[in-house]
């Protein structure tokens, strides 16, 4: 399976971007990670391939919301209220075995796109 994820750019304190990230396959648990630089890869929203369980880590939750729409394959990830801390590059992962906040549990990764948020 291939993932292409889209949608980055430099954006101003408080404002908002939608990810999209499309899958060549269906039926894949979704998961958006983010890299910031020097620091790890981390876990930033996940998504049930029925779109049925949705988890947000600490630092996005309320501020950020995952969804997909299965018959364009695409997954998004909106991003409001953005934080200069939320700069980095985000990546798309899918699975369809092991579903969790972990990098491990995916198998499949898009390229990433980068977000950039000015103070």
């Known amino acids: 399976v291939q993932l292409q994820a889209s949608g980055g750019g430099l954006v101003q304190a408080g404002g908002s971007l939608r990810l999209s990230c499309a899958v060549s396959?269906?039926?894949?648990?979704m998961g958006w990670f983010r890299q910031a630089p020097g620091k790890e890869r981390e876990f930033v929203a996940r998504?049930?391939?029925?779109?049925?369980?949705?988890t947000y880590s600490d630092s996005v939750q309320g501020r950020f919301t995952i969804s997909r729409d299965n018959a364009k394959n695409t997954v998004y990830l909106q991003m409001n209220s953005l934080k200069p801390e939320d700069t980095a590059v985000y990546y798309c992962?899918?699975?369809?075995?092991?579903?969790?906040?972990?990098?491990?549990?995916?198998?499949?990764w898009g390229q990433g796109t980068l977000v950039t948020v000015s103070s």
């Open positions: 992962a899918g699975t369809k075995t092991n579903w969790g906040k972990n990098v491990h549990d995916y198998e499949y």
């Open positions: 396959g269906s039926r894949y648990n």
């Open positions: 998504i049930a391939w029925n779109g049925g369980t949705l």
